[in-house]
T-cell receptor, first 112, second 115 residues
Framework: AQSVTQLDSQVPVFEEAPVELRCNYS??????LFWYVQYPNQGLQLLLK??????LVESINGFEAEFNKSQTSFHLRKPSVHISDTAEYFC??????????FGKGTLLTVNP | EAGVAQSPRYKIIEKRQSVAFWCNPI?????LYWYQQILGQGPKLLIQ????????DSQLPKDRFSAERLKGVDSTLKIQPAKLEDSAVYLC?????????????FGPGTRLTVL
């Protein structure tokens, strides 16, 4: 069985500041890792994913995440956030049974 | 390409009433998922269909929840009778067959409030 822990339920930051949203997972098998973003009153959108290969993955809007197998982590980072990045972010892990397990989410609030 | 469609977007009912939600996945997607997202928690898978067959319904409260996907396209999720703890957002998602990485595309959700 797999599980996901998102260590921060809320992260407030100022615009143009860097941010890190933390995610730790547990799984007994090889994993695929995902970050989804949910804007207010919308469904989840895939932000980025780690499948294999390079441990650093990037999204088109400046987010990046690094897979760290020894620390079982997949933290999400952005060097400079915008107001429009305000949303809830979910880390998810997919094991060999194709089932996605989500964390509880981190609400990122970017203030002017 | 049209996304996953869900209706209604919002629903308010009294406890012990029944309610149904509808989902139309992305065209050609054989796999369809229903998730329950309670406030402050991540989505929890209720049921997964492959075409019109059930792949996983281990977390579906079968005494009150039911779901069907009769023609392998759109799907309905029903709750009868509803309880206060069923208040949540119900998300539908779909993915393509052969997508080994399980990239799921989500609809906007139906927000259910049980009074």
């Amino acid at each position: 069985a797999q599980s996901v822990t998102q260590l921060d339920s809320q992260v407030p930051v100022f615009e143009e500041a860097p941010v890190e949203l933390r995610c730790n997972y547990s799984s007994s098998v090889s994993v695929y890792l995902f970050w989804y973003v949910q804007y207010p009153n919308q469904g989840l959108q895939l932000l980025l994913k780690y499948l294999s290969g390079s441990t650093l993955v990037e999204s088109i809007n400046g987010f990046e995440a690094e897979f760290n197998k020894s620390q079982t982590s997949f933290h999400l980072r952005k060097p400079s956030v915008h107001i429009s990045d305000t949303a809830e972010y979910f880390c998810a892990v997919r094991g060999s049974n194709y089932k996605l397990t989500f964390g509880k989410g981190t609400l990122l609030t970017v203030n002017p | 390409e049209a996304g996953v469609a869900q209706s209604p977007r919002y629903k308010i009912i009294e406890k012990r009433q029944s309610v149904a939600f509808w989902c139309n996945p992305i065209s050609g997607h054989a796999t369809l998922y229903w998730y329950q997202q309670i406030l402050g928690q991540g989505p929890k898978l209720l049921i997964q269909f492959q075409n019109n067959g059930v792949v996983d319904d281990s977390q579906l409260p079968k005494d009150r929840f039911s779901a069907e996907r009769l023609k392998g396209v759109d799907s309905t999720l029903k709750i009868q009778p509803a309880k206060l703890e069923d208040s949540a957002v119900y998300l539908c998602a779909s993915s393509a067959v052969g997508n080994l990485y399980n990239e799921q595309f989500f609809g906007p959700g139906t927000r259910l409030t049980v009074l």
